[in-house]
């Protein structure tokens, strides 16, 4: 099936991984190993919840100031551009923290659902939403990203699950995949091979 839209994660993906979540967890107070922060987050009691929105708050903007494309980003981004192709971001961090990178890097996305707007990552919701906002159906749509719970969003979406591989780390979960890459300007050699 031909694609018709690409949906990137923001962190790790079209930028380098920055964010150390064991270390944002530790500041935290709570273990490295605890499990996801937002979930983590959500059963905390206002008080403690206030306390981890500031620390998160801060080690996000500093990703942001710090922030750099990944190898390919800005070309990969143009090319979709030129075969009119939209892009949206499906992030678990913030809309203006991903539009503060757009303008950072003068890159343009064309829709972003963020943690705000419904279930984050894993659930399929964000996928479902950005291809309903495309008009376009979950199997025409390309999901890239460097973590499990991109992955996870997209199959159960009915999506085409897409790893960036960036790390060690992220090479771990490739058999969820159904494309890996190394790079991305071979989301466009993904897009040109689906058209035949």
């Known amino acids: 099936m031909k694609i018709k839209?690409?949906?990137?994660?923001?962190?790790?993906?079209?930028?380098?991984?920055?964010?150390?979540f064991d270390k944002i967890r530790q500041e935290m107070?709570?273990?490295?190993?605890?499990?996801?922060?937002?979930?983590?987050?959500?059963k905390m009691n206002p008080a403690e919840r206030k306390k981890a929105e500031k620390i998160l708050y801060k080690y996000e903007q500093a990703a942001i100031e710090?922030?750099?494309?990944n190898?390919?980003?800005?070309?990969?981004?143009?090319?979709l551009r030129k075969m009119k192709i939209p892009i949206g971001i499906l992030t678990r961090n913030t809309r203006s923290?991903?539009?503060?990178?757009?303008?950072?890097?003068n890159i343009k996305f064309d829709a972003v659902v963020d943690r705000n707007d419904g279930p984050v990552k894993p659930d399929p919701f964000g996928v479902k939403k950005l291809c309903k906002h495309?008009?376009?159906?979950?199997?025409?749509?390309?999901?890239?990203?460097?973590?499990?719970?991109?992955?996870?969003?997209?199959?159960?979406?009915?999506?085409i699950a897409v790893l960036?591989?960036?790390?060690e780390k992220s090479r771990q979960f490739s058999s969820f995949a159904d494309y890996?890459?190394?790079?991305?300007?071979?989301?466009?050699d993904i897009i040109v091979s689906r058209k035949k």
């Open 180 to 188: 890996t890459i190394d790079s991305l300007t071979e989301i466009i």
């Open 71 to 79: 190898k390919g980003a800005a070309e990969t981004l143009k090319q």
């Open 5 to 20: 839209a690409v949906i990137f994660d923001l962190d790790g993906t079209i930028t380098k991984p920055y964010l150390d």
């Open 164 to 167: 960036m591989k960036n790390s």
């Open 66 to 69: 710090h922030s750099t494309l």
């Open 134 to 159: 495309f008009k376009v159906k979950p199997q025409e749509a390309l999901v890239v990203g460097d973590y499990l719970f991109d992955l996870q969003s997209a199959k159960a979406a009915k999506a």
């Open 97 to 105: 923290n991903a539009s503060a990178v757009a303008q950072k890097h």
């Open 29 to 42: 107070g709570l273990a490295a190993d605890a499990g996801p922060l937002l979930e983590i987050m959500e």
